[in-house]
């Protein structure tokens, strides 16, 4: 079977369809997880959840045990479901054994791979994706969010406006988990209301995340190295990854430099701040920005991001000190 695409699996589930191999891989955890769940929900029967099924760890399990559970039938029920997670870190001999099943599998047993990275190529892959469905879970682009957003929203029986989506995805960022426990916090703030506002996001989730950025932003720019340390650290106890802070200090040093040249040009500065579509809660911070930076102070920062980032994603060396080091020869 070729490659499914995520909505092509989709609809194959939402027509009841279930195949006896998965392999979900891919850096989309949440997407990932909610197929699961709908694989889950087709091949399990609630009532005989416990007995049919089972959770293995590609890392900790063994072929002859995972084979034993592939092979035994279901007890009360039809089928059974056997999940794999992080089979990108299974032995190399759970492959070579787990194979012969692969090319011949129990219609009564569904079995689902979850992995990050898998290398096509390798024989174990080619067999499984002759037999099963293989589907692979990209993370979305920046322009695809809004519509995942505006999608979600929808499908709760809401609606939400276009400024409410830009206020939502900057504060919370492009993880889906988090923007799906937003909705749903949003769903119940609203009541019997329909319609999601920029001010009920601005009210329900609040916005520290771009707040911290913009906290960062403006202790680098006035040079107080000792503050924008303790942001960053903070930052990185909250659980926000060193090359999404770089990420979203581009970002932000991206809109500074846009927002700079219409300010050469006369613009008011109301009227850049509503053109760079930054929250009205942000726009002191994004002034006092303004005032602090000059142009050429702007481009040095998204040049010195650009090595940042090479730097942290080449692995060579410790995040942190990386991104103090930043700030340290930006401030």
């Known amino acids: 079977m070729p490659l499914l695409k995520q909505q092509e699996l989709i609809a194959e589930l939402e027509k009841e369809k279930i195949a006896p191999l998965y392999l979900l891989y891919g850096e989309e955890k949440f997407l990932i997880e909610e197929t699961l769940q709908r694989i889950e ?3 399990v029967d609630p009532a005989s959840r416990d007995f049919n099924l089972c959770r293995f760890d590609g890392k900790e399990t063994s072929a ?11 007890f009360l029920g039809d089928k059974k479901l056997v999940v794999v997670k992080d089979f990108d870190s299974a032995p190399a001999a759970v492959l070579e054994q787990l194979e012969p099943y692969v090319a011949n599998p129990l219609s009564c047993t569904v079995l689902v791979l979850v992995a990050e990275k898998i290398d096509r190529r390798r024989k174990f892959f080619q067999t499984f994706e002759a ?10 682009f920046d322009n695809q969010v809004p519509v995942w957003v505006d999608r979600r929203v929808k499908a709760k029986g809401l609606t939400i406006d276009r400024e409410a989506v830009t206020v939502l995805v900057e504060t919370v960022g492009n993880d889906l988990g988090r923007l799906e426990a937003a909705i749903q916090q ?17 009210a329900v989730i609040g916005d520290f995340r771009e707040w911290s950025i913009f906290e960062l932003t403006n ?4 040079g107080n190295w ?20 770089v990420a979203m200090l581009a970002r932000q040093f991206r809109i500074l430099s846009k927002g700079l040249a219409m300010l050469q040009k006369g613009s008011p500065k109301e009227s850049v701040a509503g053109s760079l579509r930054v929250p009205k809660s ?29 730097a942290l994603k080449s692995g060579g060396g410790n995040p942190k000190l990386i991104l103090e080091s930043f700030i340290l020869r930006l401030s």
Do not use: C, H
């Not at 037999?131 to 979305?140: A, D, E, T």
């Not at 009541?191 to 996001?201: C, F, M, N, P, Q």
């Not at 202790?219 to 006035?222: F, G, I, L, R």
């Not at 340390?229 to 926000?240: A, C, D, F, S, V």
């Open 41 to 43: 929900a087709l091949a």
């Open 64 to 74: 002859p045990a995972l084979l034993d559970t592939l092979q035994s039938y279901p």
């Open 131 to 140: 037999n099963g469905v293989v589907s692979q879970f990209f993370p979305l």
């Open 186 to 202: 949003l769903a119940t703030y609203l009541g019997e209301r329909k319609t999601i506002l920029a001010s009920d996001v601005e």
């Open 219 to 222: 202790a680098t720019a006035e």
């Open 226 to 245: 000792e503050r924008a340390m303790k942001i960053l650290g903070r930052m990185m106890q909250e659980g926000e990854e060193p090359v999404m802070i």
């Open 282 to 310: 942000s726009w002191p911070s994004l002034f006092q920005q303004f005032r602090a930076m000059k142009e050429q102070d702007v481009k040095k920062a998204l040049l010195t991001l650009e090595r940042v980032d090479r």
